[in-house]
Each structure stands twice: as C-alpha cells, then as structure tokens.
C-alpha cells in the first residue's frame, strides 16, 4: 500500500453544533461513544459551479432526508431539524467562500459513557467541506477504471442496515477499497451472500448489454443512491433517443464480465466509466456512447444547463 503523503486541505469553516467555526478549532474528545463502536452517520454532498458562475449544491434536501433517515435508523435523536441542517452546509459553503467543494455532514453519538448500551450520550452535528476534484482521478472519468470483484461481501440486511450511511459500516468498503488497490485496480464490486452484483465501494453501478440498461433493485444490500436516482431518471427520459430501456434488476459477476458498457454513480465519482472487470474487457475498453451520453446529461444537471432540473439545485446567494 502506497504510504505516499497525500495532500488534504479542508476549507477554512466548519459547522459545529449550530455555529459556524474555524476548521482548526474543532476537536473531540477522545470518550466520543462512535469513535469507538462507529455509530454515527454522514452524508457526501456535491457543490458546483454553475455555468453563470454561482455555486450550488446539488441535491441538498435529498441528502439531508437520507441522513435524518440514517440517524433514525440508528436510534439517533438529531438535535437539528432538516432547514437546520441544509442551512449549515449552505452556511459552510458561503462562509468559506468557495465555488466548488464536497461537504462532509456527520451526526454522532459524542462524548459521555462508554458502554455499547449507553444512551445518554450527547448527539453531536458537524459541516466540513474540501475541495474535491474526480474521484477516480482525471485520467479515470476520460478512460474509463479497471474494478475487481471483492472477495468480502456486501454487508448483508441482516445484520446491518445497509440503506443508511452508518461510519461503522464503511468498514467493509474501506477493507474492499484497499484490497483492490493492493491489487492494482481503481475499484471493488462487492456482491451479496446470493452471488448479484450490488454495489462498488462507495458507487452504485449501471451495466448495459444488447440495449438494456440494468442497475440492482432497492431490495439488494445497496445504498439507495442519489446520483442512482438522478442518472434512472435522465436515463428514462433518454431511452427512446439513446434506444435503450431501462431496468431495476439483480445481475451477477458473469453478466458483468459481457457488459458493452459499465459505469459507476456517486456523489464523489459522480458517472465514472469502467474499462475492464478482472481482465474482461468492457466494449470497446473505454467509455461507450451511452455512458458518454448519459455523463454529459449529468454534467449539465449539475452545471444548471438543464432547465428541467433546477429544482435540484440549491444556489448560494452572493457573499
Ligand atoms: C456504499 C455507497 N454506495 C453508493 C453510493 C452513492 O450514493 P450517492 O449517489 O447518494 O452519493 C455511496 C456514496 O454515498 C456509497 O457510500
């Protein structure tokens, strides 16, 4: 594993607990209850540069909805109402003064007894933000990424709570991510305990064959994904054109294998193309005309260049 220093610098203002501070400022104590079982839940959300210049984030209420439900899921009682919570990220987003960056909300049982059982614990809230370009790096968007399928499952509904973003649960992607970098590939698809194709890491994954495009039900151990949603829904406008249908179902690692195209959805890969599964050759090896189509829909979602969709975007007034 590369221990190469990676540089990360996060914007200078963070939400705490309902007050705008400096980044530097915030610390936690060391008895905070999910920094040692994981009980806490986050979000990962997108702010944009629209092409009139103004940022946006994209999304907003959906992923404040998704981690009330998180929370929710976890017994968590959240101290802040959901305006409260789209105010901070706007407010972290205005105050640092930044066009472009990925927002970090994060909702956790705090400081107080240590016991698994223990519910009397503070329940703290934070906004942090970074600027964040592709994930998969440049050269990934253009060409496309080599993914392995992960020797660890997905985890399953039956013993955790796959729909809801649970830090505890990310073990399981960073223990996937890690192997299949080891491995030399840029990403993992887990499958669940009946052998479909769920998910990547931290993606949801389309795969087209023969002019079907299929993605794994909400039933599957999957997140339900926003950037899932966002591309169903300008994939299904776009079928007729793109002469495509577009379907909700389960697949396995062999239908992946023969896939003309694949690509990955996610707030931080946003549509990243994949080249080759374990040595399969996806199409052509690089980005296919649906998935090419369907990355542009998406840019022009996201830069406020499609009308129909403005409601998805949450400008932030000058500063
Ligand atoms: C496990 C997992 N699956 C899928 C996704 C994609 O979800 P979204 O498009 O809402 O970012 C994410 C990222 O949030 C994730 O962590």
Same mark, same amino acid.
């Given at each position: 594993?590369?221990?190469?220093?990676? +540089?990360?610098? *996060?914007?200078?203002?963070?939400?705490?607990?309902?007050?705008?501070?400096?980044?530097?400022? =915030?610390?936690?104590?060391?008895?905070?209850? =999910?920094?040692?079982?994981?009980?806490?839940?986050?979000?990962?959300?997108?702010?944009? @540069?629209?092409?009139?210049? !103004?940022?946006?984030?994209?999304?907003?209420?959906?992923?404040?909805?998704? /981690?009330?439900? &998180?929370?929710?899921?976890? /017994?968590?009682?959240?101290?802040?109402?959901?305006?409260?919570?789209?105010?901070?990220?706007?407010?972290?987003?205005?105050?640092?003064? !930044?066009?472009?960056?990925?927002?970090?909300?994060?909702?956790?049982?705090?400081?107080?007894?240590?016991?698994?059982? +223990?519910?009397?614990?503070?329940?703290?809230? $934070? !906004?942090?933000?970074?600027?964040?370009?592709?994930? #998969?790096?440049?050269?990934?968007?253009?060409?496309?990424?080599?993914?392995?399928?992960? +020797?660890?499952?997905?985890?399953?509904?039956? &013993?955790?709570? *796959?729909?809801?973003?649970?830090?505890?649960?990310?073990?399981?992607?960073?223990?996937?991510?890690?192997?299949?970098?080891?491995?030399?590939?840029?990403?993992?698809?887990? /499958?669940?305990?009946?052998?479909?194709? @769920?998910?990547?890491?931290?993606?949801?994954?389309?795969?087209?064959?023969? %002019?079907?495009?299929? @993605?794994?039900?909400?039933?599957?151990?999957?997140?339900?994904?926003?950037?899932?949603?966002?591309?169903?829904?300008?994939?299904?406008?776009?079928?007729?054109? /793109?002469?495509?249908?577009?379907?909700?179902?389960?697949?396995?690692?062999?239908?992946?294998?023969?896939?003309?195209?694949?690509?990955?959805? %996610?707030?931080?890969?946003? !549509?990243?193309?994949?080249?080759?599964?374990?040595?399969?050759?996806?199409?052509?090896?690089?980005?296919?005309?649906?998935?090419?189509?369907? #990355?542009? $829909?998406?840019?022009?979602?996201?830069?406020?260049?499609?009308?129909?969709?403005?409601?998805?975007?949450?400008?932030?007034?000058?500063?």
């Amino acid at each position: 594993m590369s221990k190469a220093p990676q +540089s990360f610098q *996060p914007l200078p203002k963070l939400w705490l607990d309902g007050q705008v501070i400096a980044t530097e400022q =915030a610390t936690f104590h060391f008895f905070s209850h =999910a920094l040692h079982y994981g009980v806490g839940v986050f979000e990962g959300v997108r702010c944009y @540069t629209l092409d009139s210049g !103004v940022p946006a984030i994209f999304r907003l209420k959906e992923h404040i909805r998704r /981690l009330i439900d &998180s929370a929710r899921m976890c /017994l968590i009682e959240v101290p802040f109402t959901q305006q409260q919570l789209e105010d901070a990220c706007v407010a972290v987003v205005r105050e640092s003064r !930044v066009d472009a960056c990925y927002l970090r909300p994060l909702i956790w049982i705090g400081e107080g007894p240590l016991g698994i059982g +223990s519910t009397s614990n503070k329940i703290r809230a $934070a !906004v942090g933000s970074f600027p964040w370009g592709a994930y #998969m790096g440049e050269e990934g968007l253009a060409k496309g990424i080599r993914c392995c399928i992960s +020797s660890l499952s997905r985890i399953p509904q039956t &013993s955790n709570l *796959p729909k809801a973003k649970i830090c505890g649960q990310y073990v399981n992607s960073v223990l996937a991510k890690r192997a299949a970098q080891l491995a030399g590939y840029d990403e993992a698809l887990l /499958l669940d305990h009946n052998g479909h194709v @769920t998910e990547g890491t931290g993606e949801n994954i389309f795969m087209l064959r023969d %002019g079907i495009l299929k @993605t794994p039900p909400l039933s599957t151990s999957i997140l339900a994904g926003i950037t899932r949603a966002t591309l169903l829904e300008l994939a299904r406008e776009r079928a007729a054109k /793109l002469g495509i249908t577009v379907v909700e179902t389960n697949f396995g690692r062999d239908e992946v294998y023969c896939a003309d195209e694949i690509f990955l959805t %996610g707030t931080a890969a946003e !549509v990243t193309p994949v080249r080759e599964v374990e040595g399969r050759t996806i199409g052509a090896g690089k980005p296919g005309p649906v998935t090419r189509e369907l #990355m542009a $829909a998406f840019q022009d979602v996201v830069r406020g260049r499609d009308a129909s969709k403005s409601h998805w975007l949450t400008p932030i007034a000058s500063r």
